[in-house]
T-cell receptor, first 113, second 111 residues
Framework: DQQVKQNSPSLSVQEGRISILNCDYT??????FLWYKKYPAEGPTFLISISSIKDKNEDGRFTVFLNKSAKHLSLHIVPSQPGDSAVYFC????????????FGKGMKLTVNP | KAGVTQTPRYLIKTRGQQVTLSCSPISGHRSVSWYQQTPGQGLQFLFEYFSETQRNKGNFPGRFSGRQFSNSRSEMNVSTLELGDSALYLC??????????FGPGTRLLVL
């Protein structure tokens, strides 16, 4: 049972444009959501997070939106840069004291110069 | 502040052997979690330790075990290695905010 889904395996955008990465979840007990960026053979790098009590969080070029009623979150990158090319993972944590994260399968973003 | 460190970075073992991986969390972080990444299954949670106690465990066989020491450093052990255990093993540490910071991983190849 995949509780966190990233339905599009890849996305290609032009440099300077907006990249929108989507993520859906099924478990209503998730209370904290995170986005990570990952290069091959490296550990994931934390990008941005959002608590379930919020609907938006911004950090520089990165904005995460949360729609709890639709169980959907998205990551917006504006403007996109070639260095953003990587695999992006959406992750969620269940409320209750454990730090266990449930990850989506990832989406490969390619930003073309 | 130094990040999460993992040793060794690369490891080659044969079936039936056992392996121990080590993780040093970010200073001040008391929670350490382990994940396995494979091409087919993605990132899957193995277990989490907090103050030397296992707080949560993923759906992996008993061959996978771990522990945490009083200085928050953690080790995970895989016994009786199988070919399917070949993966990138990632350690992450976190504070009470819930944001996990990952190490570079240990690439394990089982032949």
């Amino acid at each position: 049972d995949q509780q966190v889904k990233q339905n599009s395996p890849s996305l290609s955008v032009q440099e300077g444009r907006i990249s929108i990465l989507n993520c859906d979840y099924t478990n209503s007990m998730f209370d904290y959501f995170l986005w990570y960026k990952k290069y091959p053979a490296e550990g994931p790098t934390f990008l941005i997070s959002i608590s379930s009590i919020k609907d938006k969080n911004e950090d520089g070029r990165f904005t995460v939106f949360l729609n709890k009623s639709a169980k959907h979150l998205s990551l917006h990158i504006v403007p996109s840069q070639p260095g953003d090319s990587a695999v992006y993972f959406c992750a969620a944590r269940t409320q209750g004291g454990s730090e266990k994260l449930v990850f989506g399968k990832g989406m490969k973003l390619t930003v073309n110069p | 502040k130094a990040g999460v460190t993992q040793t060794p970075r690369y490891l080659i073992k044969t079936r039936g052997q056992q392996v121990t991986l080590s993780c040093s969390p970010i200073s001040g972080h008391r929670s350490v979690s382990w994940y396995q990444q494979t091409p087919g299954q993605g990132l899957q949670f193995l277990f989490e330790y907090f103050s030397e106690t296992q707080r949560n465990k993923g759906n992996f066989p008993g061959r996978f075990s771990g522990r945490q020491f009083s200085n928050s450093r953690s080790e995970m052990n895989v016994s009786t290695l199988e070919l399917g255990d070949s993966a990138l093993y990632l350690c992450a540490s976190s504070t009470a905010t819930g944001t996990q910071y990952f190490g570079p991983g240990t690439r394990l190849l089982v032949l």
